[in-house]
């Protein structure tokens, strides 16, 4: 089980870059710098002006995830009788044609705000099953002989809300950004001094704001259930680790408005909203196999310090 969560790891972290690199390139303005797909003005390495290196360089990265995904796909199939595996091997291969598809459609579609949210979603959501094929791997040797789940517990319920409220809120906040509605609401909490927005822009941004709120409480409350029930280690960590980044998150978004939306600053955002959603993901699948008896839960359990 090596090799498949060696490979888990490094197509996850090469996704993670290609998702950065591709955020940091249309926050440039670079994002149509290829205006064609999958070679750059009809070239295989064209001319790297007007910003033209950042897009090459970004689809130079989404083709190195291919063959790792291949590889990946490969090396589960072996293993797709063990729990969990062959469910999110299934996951991996749909989301990862679709990412393919969706990278060809946001260039045909010149990068228009549905495009870029719908890319960036699946995007998110391929780098997920990534990380939940890293986490199952490492606990596939003690999973064989492990008995079903007896049944969810308030963890898995309330962190994974969280989950799925940081994955909407993170959306929205990209609709905003491939908008230009980063600036529609000049004023906190309010928009522009008025509690009733009168633009698309001001509501989508009022709608970011709201939803940020809400992945805020969620945090914050997964967090005190966690620590309540003493859960293990590894859970309490991640949540916590999670609460501090939408901390920092809400913060950077109130920079981003205050500075006017400084580049660093609004790719700083995109990345850390990214993380929020992905230690609250991996928080979800530790706080499910927490609640299933069995070694499996055990064996990752005793990999994290205890109290």
């Known amino acids: 089980m090596k090799q498949l969560l060696r490979l888990a790891l490094a197509a996850d972290i090469v996704a993670l870059m290609t998702v950065v690199l591709g955020s940091w390139t249309r926050i440039n303005g670079a994002g149509l710098t290829c205006p064609d797909w999958p070679l750059c003005r009809g070239r295989l390495v064209p001319s790297m002006t007007d910003g033209t290196l950042w897009e090459w360089t970004h689809r130079l990265l989404a083709f190195a995830v291919a063959p790792l995904v291949v590889a990946l796909i490969a090396a589960a199939w072996r293993k ?3 729990p969990f595996i062959g469910p999110t091997l299934a996951v991996i291969v749909a989301l990862f044609f679709v990412q393919v598809f969706l990278g060809a459609e946001t260039v045909r579609l010149a990068n228009t705000p549905i495009s870029v949210v719908l890319h960036w979603a699946t995007a998110m959501a391929l780098i997920a099953a990534l990380s939940a094929m890293a986490v199952f791997a490492a606990a596939a040797d003690a999973a064989r002989t492990e008995p079903p789940a007896r049944g969810f517990s308030a963890a898995v319920a309330v962190v994974g809300a969280t989950a799925l409220v940081a994955f909407a809120t993170m959306c929205v906040g990209a609709y ?3 908008s230009g509605a980063g600036l529609a609401c000049l004023s906190i909490p309010d928009c522009a001094g008025n509690v009733v927005v009168y633009t698309s822009g001001q509501f989508v941004q009022m709608l970011h704001r709201i939803a940020a709120a809400a992945t805020l409480i ?3 409350g997964a967090l005190a259930l966690v620590w309540a029930q003493s859960s293990p280690a590894r859970l309490r960590a991640a949540v916590s680790l999670g609460v501090a980044l939408v901390s920092l998150q ?3 978004g ?4 205050a500075l006017r939306l400084p580049t660093d600053l609004r790719e700083a955002h995109a990345v850390n909203a990214a993380l929020v959603f ?3 993901f991996v928080a979800t699948i530790f706080a499910a196999l927490d609640a299933a ?4 839960s055990r064996r990752l359990r005793e990999s994290s310090p205890q109290r």
Do not use: E, M, Y
């Open 80 to 82: 797709r009788r063990l």
């Open 176 to 178: 905003v950004s491939s």
């Open 218 to 220: 969620c945090a914050a």
């Open 250 to 252: 809400v913060l950077l």
């Open 254 to 257: 109130l920079l981003n408005v």
């Open 278 to 280: 992905l230690t609250f």
């Open 293 to 296: 008896p069995g070694v499996a």
